[in-house]
């Protein structure tokens, strides 16, 4: 907090600033401060540190700030009707940032959140008023003054305050205005209490307007990176809006709106949501899971629309999966490693809507990729290898090269792009449909394949698929559950070894694969010379 509007030391302008206290006037604190703003630019401005009870000198040049406003007479975004004023003792400006058509973040009494990012400011200063000096002249990197300025639709009556101000704070871009860190598996936190704490303290950076929707104003992480103690957050069936301007009115600049699952080692932190619907209006905020500290990052059934970007949690932990899940117009989604399953990625915005590396194609399965002509699917990067896309469906694509083998070509929008510069790489394909396939230089044999499952194993079985003609591995498990799958190309010829400690070798050898999709039952004979010293 900057200044928590308790106190009107420090403050002037176009008129006084007047503290008050009464029941409903005020949403942070034990009260406010209000003043008169009529139909003509004018603004007020405060010097004073209230949090250090000092005058302050503060680089804003790379942050975001915050305020919270009652005004219900303010003209239009494009005619300065909300304005955030910052100066640095010389010149002093009033960005705008809404309006009575750009409402900011409505939250509890009628007040309302408004924010402005001032390195978007400093290189597209857009719509302003000066309020002293110019705008040219204003020295970002040693602001003096913060507050607030409007133009309202209509001349003020009487001596009657018409504005009530209570709350301007501030981040460093590329930090986190609001950490969610509580909750156990007994009784996780909640958005309600997120929401609850939000109103308690006034923040101003979550709302509740109905039911299970919610509002995010700020930057905000899930979980705590500190060490301090465990966390766990769960949600179902909300609606997430991550509003990255002020509701129409002007933007906070691209990449200055990130969300993040964080943790420690020395703590258990779980994150489970489950049909939870995101949408993020104005700048697209970035959501990364990838931390590896994050135990367990359960995701299912939701939709997300509108990203920056997503990085998908890495494979391990307690659980960490991602099933079922919408991925509308958002930016890449980089895979770390998880199971991906069930997912439907449509109209990515980004060059690529999947990247992942070629070692994790089999955590990836039943997903469908729809794209517009304007990105590939799945970019493919790391060493050549033969893997499996399972269940994988591809539409509008580029035709590109179909079939075996792909001709280099550094062009085109295809289903797959093989970013892998030497090598050979071969794509078997088990259901779904034929990618087509872009390669930056490796070598690309693509297959259809049939799933062949092989059921009854003792659990933790090793199983091995090599080629029967050139003794390369095609599937493998060094643990298995009591099946395993694996797909290569029809009538090609395998050897199959199985193999348990406490039981006989089950191997299959010269089995050709069939021309559909088959299970063979396995059955293991229990070593009687084992012995376990």
Known sequence: MLNDCEDNTGWSGDDTANAISTTGSFIEGAGALSTQLSNTSEHMLTTEDTVGATTFS?????????????????????????????????????????????????????????KLDVSEVVTTPGG??????????????????????????????????????????????????????????????TMADVFTDDTTNGWGLVSNPLGLQYQ??????????????????????????????????????????????????????????????????????????????????????????????????????????????????????????CTVAGCTITNGTASA????????????????????????????????????????????HDAGSVG??????????EAVYVNIGTGTVTLNVSGGTVPSVRSAGATVNVVASTTVTLTGLVANTEVRVYDAGDGSEIAGVENSGTSFAFGDAAANVVDIRIFHVMYEPADIEGYTIPASATSVPIQQQFDRNYENP
């Open 58 to 114: 503060i680089d804003m040049s790379d942050t975001t700030v915050y305020m919270n406003i009652k005004d219900n007479l303010g003209d239009t975004y494009a005619n300065g009707g909300i304005q955030f004023v910052i100066g640095d003792g010389t010149d002093s400006t009033g960005y705008d940032v809404g309006g009575n058509d750009a409402i900011g973040m409505p939250h509890q009494l009628f007040f309302s959140a408004f």
């Open 128 to 189: 302003f008023t000066n309020h002293a000096g110019t705008e040219a002249n204003l020295d970002q990197t040693a602001i003096t003054q913060i507050g607030y300025g409007s133009l309202h639709l209509a001349k003020a009556v009487g001596s009657i305050d018409n504005i009530i101000m209570d709350g301007f704070y501030y981040i460093l871009n590329d930090s986190y205005a609001l950490t969610i860190d509580s909750g156990t598996s007994g009784t996780p936190e």
């Open 216 to 337: 995010f104003f700020g930057p905000t992480e899930f979980g705590d990176n500190g060490g301090v103690s465990d966390h766990y957050f769960t949600a179902t069936g909300e609606q997430w809006f991550w509003i990255g301007d002020n509701a129409g009115g002007r933007a906070i600049a691209a990449g200055n709106f990130p969300f993040r699952l964080t943790a420690h080692a020395s703590t258990t932190g779980s994150f489970v949501i489950d049909s939870v619907v995101v949408v993020n209006t104005g700048t697209a905020g970035a959501f990364d899971c990838s931390d590896t500290n994050f135990d367990t990052v359960e995701i299912d059934a939701c939709s997300f629309t509108g990203l920056a970007s997503f990085d998908t949690p890495p494979s391990g932990g307690t659980s960490r999966h991602i099933q079922t899940t919408t991925f509308s117009e958002c930016g890449l989604i980089t895979h770390n490693g």
């Open 353 to 396: 809507s999947f990247a992942m590396d070629i070692s994790d194609v089999s955590t990836v399965s039943d997903c469908a990729f729809n794209g517009d002509g304007s990105s590939y699917g799945i970019e493919l990067t790391g060493t050549a290898a033969s893997v499996t896309l399972t269940d994988i469906i591809f539409t509008g």
């Open 404 to 413: 075996s083998p792909v001709t280099p070509t550094t062009t085109g929008n």
